[in-house]
């Protein structure tokens, strides 16, 4: 019985340590989108003549900035910011503002 009570016990702690970590990622995917509202505008909703990425389809999102990130797709500056995230962080980024509403 007293195993089964420590067992549960960590179960219980992991579970709330993991959802803590969830936060804090998702916070941290937000801080990364706050650098792109210089051009993209705050909340991915940008001025006339830059591109706004509120509500943009996600997988489209993701292969811009992966296409900026290997240099396949011209830039003015997206290929050097690309360059400062790994795949998975972009990827995030693309969910991030998919999410955001246009």
Known sequence: ???WTK??????LAGGAMGAWAQADALQVRSWA???ANCH???????????SLAGAPKDELAKKLL???????????????SKGYSDEQLQQLAAYFAALKK
Do not use: N
């Open 7 to 12: 067992w549960a016990l960590v179960c219980a």
């Open 67 to 81: 296409d900026f990130k290997a240099g396949r797709k011209p830039a003015t500056i997206m290929h050097q910011l």
């Open 41 to 51: 505008g705050t909340a991915g909703i940008a001025q006339p003549g830059m591109e």
């Open 1 to 3: 019985m007293k195993r």
């Open 34 to 36: 706050a650098a792109c």
